[in-house]
């Protein structure tokens, strides 16, 4: 938009998606501030993977993943596979690999098994990488 490449119609719909965005991300900042305390207060195992994707929407994606953990360990999540979706993308994001592939194989839909193989793919390091530390052994 600043570069005016958007007119018209498009440029209409562009400025009102970011109006509501940036409107949402405000009202998660305020959420957030008694989130921690929510959490710790939380009712149903619903509750914990909501104040996990409210965590997710801000950035702070280890307080998503524990939310998120949290609410899956206690059982009965009303959907279980987008909940381990989003703690897979969470702990991708938080540096936490081995977690996340963890995650992403816990999930059942083919819909959304399909974007945790994808997402697998993304937080494996490549092969050479991989296989670089196993080569520099051998002397």
């Known amino acids: 938009m600043s570069q005016g490449v958007l007119e018209g119609d498009d440029k209409t719909r562009a400025q009102q998606e970011l109006e509501r965005a940036r409107s949402g991300a405000e009202s998660d900042r305020k959420e957030l501030a008694g989130a921690d305390a929510a959490l710790a207060a939380?009712?149903?195992?619903?509750?914990?993977?909501?104040?996990?994707?409210?965590?997710?929407?801000?950035?702070?994606?280890?307080?998503?993943?524990?939310?998120i953990q949290k609410g899956l360990?206690?059982?009965?999540?009303?959907?279980?596979d987008d909940a381990?979706?989003?703690?897979?993308?969470?702990?991708?994001?938080?540096?936490?690999?081995?977690?996340?592939?963890?995650a992403f194989q816990a999930i059942k839909d083919p819909r959304l098994a399909e974007l945790g193989r994808l997402w697998q793919i993304a937080v494996q390091p490549p092969a050479a990488e991989a296989a670089a530390p196993a080569a520099t052994t051998g002397g």
């Open 73 to 80: 360990a206690k059982g009965g999540v009303s959907d279980v």
């Open 42 to 67: 939380a009712k149903t195992v619903n509750d914990m993977v909501s104040l996990g994707k409210l965590y997710f929407s801000t950035g702070a994606y280890a307080k998503s993943a524990d939310a």
């Open 84 to 102: 381990n979706t989003l703690l897979g993308i969470a702990l991708a994001r938080a540096a936490k690999p081995v977690e996340a592939v963890a």
